[in-house]
C-alpha cells in the first residue's frame, strides 16, 4: 500500500516579532473616517445540540456554550480550533503547537486520558459525526472560516450522542444568506502564512452554493515543526417549501513535521527546543480526508408529525507517520515497526422523526455507523552499520483490518408540565463491535473481537423562577468502550484482542442557574460525574502498551461563565472553572520502557493525568465608532500532572493577549476587515499541552513564544 510522499518544510526561523503593528497603524491613520459603528450588544446565542428544536441557551436545561462566528474570526488565523475553544467554560482544548498531533481536548476530564487524538468526547459537523464508532475523532477537519457557530454541550445530555460522549463539540455552518465573495490573507510569526478564498450564491428557484478553499503554510518555533494545512469545502443545496437539501463535500491534506514532546530536562531549557530523536528519525505525519455528506429534511404542514430528517456521510481518512523507535527496540519480534499506515473508509446512515402535540414534543430515531482501517506498519530505517538510514520505510512489520461498528436507537421528549415547568427525557440504546483480523502471523495472530451493549438514559427539569432566571437539574449515565488501539495487545503478552478490558460507564448529575437580567448574563453549574472500570495503562513492553480498567473515578466542581455589558462601548467577559477529577482506588501501573509487569502505584485521591484544577478565560473590549474594536485576553490554567501516579506537573500559567479589529468600505461595493492579535504578550514560558504517561517521559510541548497575526479580509457582494 503507498505511503503518502515525503514532505519537508522550510526549516524553523524567526519572524520578526510584531512587524504587523505599525502596518495597521499606518491603515488605520491613512483610512477615511468611515470606521463600522460601536458593537451593539448581540441576541442571545441559539442552540440545537442536545434538543429537539432551536432554542435559546437560556431555555435549555443543560450545560451548553457557544462561540459565534464574531469569536471564531476574532479568536485568530482559524487553523486550530483551540483558539476559540479556550474560551467555554468546562473545557479544556490545548493547542499542541504541532499539526501533526491533533488537539488535546477534554471535558470535565472526560477525554483527558487520550496522548493523541480525541476521546471520550463526540465531535459533530454540521449534524454528521466526526467520532468513529470506537470514539476516536479528530476535529482537524472543521471548517472555521465557514462556521456560524460552535456548541460544546457538557454534562448529562451529551450521553444522547451514543458510545464515548463524555461532552459534544458542534460545528455548525454559516447559512447562505447573500451572492458574496471574500479574499482572506493572514501572516504571522513564526513564518505563519494563510490565503482562504470562499464564493456564494443563491440561484434561480431554489438553488444555493457556496465554495471555501485555503492554504496555511507554517514553519514552527520549532526545529521539526512545520506544516501546510489545505482545506476546501463545498456546499451544494435546495430549498424548497416542505424539503431542505444539502450535499456537502470536504477535502483535507496535513503534512506537518513532528517535533516531539520534551523531557523535563530540555523543557526547562527553553520552549525552543526540539527532542534529538525528532531530527535523527525525522518525525512527521501525513494526512488526507475526503467526506461526502447528504441531509434531507422534510417539513408536514398537518399532523403531529412535523418532520423527518435523514442524513448520510461516506468518505477515506489516510494517515502516514513516521515515529522516534529505535532499530534496536524493533529487533524485537513482537514489534509493530515505527511507521504506522492506516487507510480507512467510513460511513454512516441516521433517520429520525419529530412529533409535536399540545405541550409536548418526541424526536425518535436510528443511527448506523462504520469504519474500516487497513493498517500496517513498517520498520523506519533501511540498512545497518554505516549504511543504515533513518526515518524512511523499511520492511512491513503489521498487517491488519481494524473494523467499528455501531448500531443505535435513539428517543427524546420534551414535555411543558406546567406554564412555568419544562422537563426532558431521554435515551440512547446501542450495540458496539469491535474486531480485528490479523494478516502478520510471524509475531503471533492479534485477531480478536469484542461487542458491549450500553443504554444512556437521561433526564432533565427547568424551572423558571422569573422572567429571564431559569433553574435546572439533569441526571443521565453515559459509556464510553474501549477504542480499537486500546484493544489491540493483551497484558500478559499473549496474542488476541484485549478481552479483559471492560467500557467504562459513568453516572453524571448538574445543576444550573442561568440570568439573562439587566446588563448581564450569567450561567453557573455544579457537577459531579462518577466513573466505574475506567481505563488506564497496564503495561508497556516491546513496542506494545496494553491497557487496564482501574477501578473507580470521579470528576466533580463548578463552571461559571459571564457577561457584563458595561456601556454602549464597554463589554467584560468571564468563564472559570474549578474541576476536581481523581482516581478512587488504588491501582499499579507502569513507568517507563520496557515494563512488562506494572509496580508504580496509583493511590486514591490521586488526580487523573491531565486534568488542571482550575483554568478560566477574561476578556475586556470596546467597541469605538472611531477606533475599531479593542480588547485585552486572559487566559489561566493551573497545574497539570503528566501521569497518573502525579510524579510530575506542568506548571500552571497565565497568557496576556491583545487584540484590534476594525471594518470600512474599500471603493464601491468592497469592505475591508482586519485584524491584529497580539498573543503571550508578556513572553510566558510555558507547557501549552501534555502527552499523558508518555513512557519515553517526554511529556511537555512547549507553547509558543510571543506571537503576532495581521489577517485581512476583503468582501464584496456578487
Request: net charge positive; charged share 20%.
Amino acid at each position: 500500500m503507498p505511503l503518502h510522499p515525503t514532505w519537508r518544510p522550510t526549516p524553523a526561523r524567526d519572524s520578526p516579532r510584531a512587524p504587523w503593528a505599525a502596518v495597521c497603524v499606518a491603515i488605520f491613520w491613512s483610512s477615511p473616517g468611515w470606521a463600522q459603528v460601536a458593537e451593539s450588544p448581540r441576541p442571545e446565542s441559539v442552540v440545537i445540540s442536545g434538543s429537539l428544536i432551536e432554542r435559546t441557551v437560556l431555555e435549555a436545561p443543560y450545560a451548553i456554550g457557544v462561540v459565534d462566528q464574531q469569536d471564531i474570526r476574532a479568536a485568530g488565523a482559524m487553523i486550530h480550533a483551540s483558539e476559540v475553544l479556550q474560551r467555554l467554560p468546562g473545557l479544556v482544548a490545548q493547542s499542541r503547537s504541532n499539526l501533526a498531533q491533533d488537539l488535546q481536548i477534554s471535558s470535565r476530564g472526560f477525554g483527558a486520558r487520550s496522548g493523541f487524538g480525541v476521546r471520550g468526547l463526540r465531535i459533530v459537523a454540521d449534524g454528521l459525526p466526526a467520532t468513529g464508532p470506537d470514539g476516536q475523532g479528530q476535529v482537524s477537519q472543521f471548517d472555521l472560516a465557514a462556521a456560524q457557530r460552535i456548541e460544546v454541550l457538557r454534562g448529562p445530555f451529551s450521553a444522547l450522542y451514543g458510545n464515548s460522549s463524555g461532552g459534544v463539540i458542534s460545528i455548525i455552518s454559516a447559512p447562505i444568506t447573500a451572492n458574496t465573495f471574500r479574499y482572506d490573507s493572514d501572516v504571522g510569526s513564526f513564518g505563519l502564512r494563510q490565503n482562504r478564498l470562499g464564493i456564494q450564491g443563491k440561484g434561480e428557484g431554489h438553488w444555493e452554493a457556496s465554495l471555501t478553499a485555503s492554504q496555511a503554510e507554517l514553519d514552527g518555533f520549532r526545529p521539526q515543526s512545520g506544516a501546510v494545512k489545505q482545506q476546501a469545502h463545498a456546499t451544494l443545496g435546495w430549498r424548497g417549501g416542505r424539503d431542505d437539501v444539502t450535499v456537502q463535500l470536504g477535502y483535507l491534506n496535513q503534512p506537518a513535521d513532528d517535533p516531539l514532546g520534551l523531557a523535563r530536562a530540555q523543557f526547562e531549557s527553553g520552549p525552543r527546543e526540539t527532542a534529538v530523536q525528532a531530527l535523527q528519525f525525522d518525525t512527521r505525519k501525513t494526512l488526507d480526508q475526503t467526506q461526502l455528506g447528504l441531509i434531507w429534511r422534510h417539513r408536514f404542514d398537518q399532523g403531529v408529525l412535523r418532520e423527518t430528517r435523514l442524513s448520510a456521510y461516506g468518505g477515506q481518512r489516510s494517515v502516514a507517520q513516521w515515529l522516534a523507535i529505535t532499530p534496536a527496540t524493533q529487533a524485537n519480534g513482537r514489534h509493530g515497526g515505527g511507521v504506522i499506515d492506516v487507510q480507512r473508509r467510513f460511513q454512516g446512515l441516521e433517520a429520525r422523526a419529530r412529533w409535536e402535540w399540545d405541550g409536548m414534543g418526541l424526536v425518535a430515531g436510528v443511527a448506523v455507523d462504520q469504519q474500516l482501517d487497513d493498517r500496517r506498519g513498517y520498520e523506519n530505517f533501511t540498512g545497518s552499520g554505516d549504511s543504515q538510514r533513518l526515518g524512511v520505510v523499511g520492511r512491513l512489520r503489521r498487517d491488519e483490518v481494524n473494523d467499528a461498528r455501531s448500531r443505535d436507537l435513539f428517543a427524546q421528549v420534551e414535555w411543558v408540565v406546567a406554564p412555568r415547568w419544562m422537563m426532558l427525557a431521554g435515551a440512547r440504546s446501542g450495540r458496539v463491535d469491535l474486531s480485528s483480523r490479523d494478516a502478520y502471523l510471524s509475531n503471533g495472530d492479534d485477531s480478536g473481537q469484542l461487542a458491549w451493549r450500553y443504554t444512556n438514559p437521561v433526564w432533565g427539569l427547568r424551572w423558571q423562577a422569573q422572567p429571564g432566571l431559569n433553574l435546572h437539574l439533569s441526571a443521565g449515565r453515559g459509556f464510553e468502550s474501549p477504542t480499537l488501539g486500546e484493544l489491540a495487545y493483551r497484558a500478559d503478552g499473549t496474542g488476541g484482542f484485549n478481552t479483559a478490558l471492560k467500557a467504562q460507564a459513568s453516572t453524571q448529575l448538574e445543576v444550573g442557574l442561568k440570568s439573562r437580567r439587566g446588563r448581564s448574563d450569567l450561567d453557573i453549574v455544579l457537577f459531579e460525574a462518577w466513573t466505574a472500570n475506567e481505563i488506564g495503562v497496564a503495561t508497556n513492553a516491546g513496542g506494545r502498551s496494553a491497557f487496564q480498567n482501574v477501578g473507580r473515578t470521579s470528576r466533580r466542581g463548578l463552571e461559571a461563565a459571564s457577561t457584563w455589558r458595561l456601556g454602549p462601548q464597554w463589554q467584560a467577559r468571564l468563564a472559570a472553572t474549578v474541576l476536581l477529577a481523581t482516581y478512587e482506588d488504588r491501582f499499579l501501573t507502569c513507568e517507563g520502557i520496557p515494563c512488562s509487569t506494572p509496580t508504580a502505584v496509583v493511590n486514591p485521591g490521586q488526580r487523573i493525568a491531565g486534568t488542571p484544577k482550575a483554568w478560566a478565560y477574561a476578556e475586556l473590549r470596546r467597541a469605538d465608532p472611531m477606533l475599531g474594536h479593542w480588547a485585552l485576553e486572559w487566559r489561566a490554567v493551573g497545574s497539570v500532572p503528566v501521569n497518573d501516579r502525579n510524579a510530575d506537573f506542568a506548571a500552571g500559567y497565565g497568557l496576556l493577549g491583545a487584540r484590534w479589529s476594525r471594518s470600512w468600505p474599500v471603493g464601491g461595493s468592497w469592505r475591508l476587515e482586519s485584524l491584529l492579535r497580539l498573543d503571550n504578550v508578556l513572553d510566558r514560558r510555558h507547557a501549552a499541552s501534555v502527552i499523558v504517561n508518555d513512557a519515553n517521559g517526554r511529556f511537555f510541548e512547549p507553547g509558543a513564544p510571543r506571537h503576532a497575526l495581521l489577517s485581512a479580509r476583503l468582501v464584496t457582494p456578487l
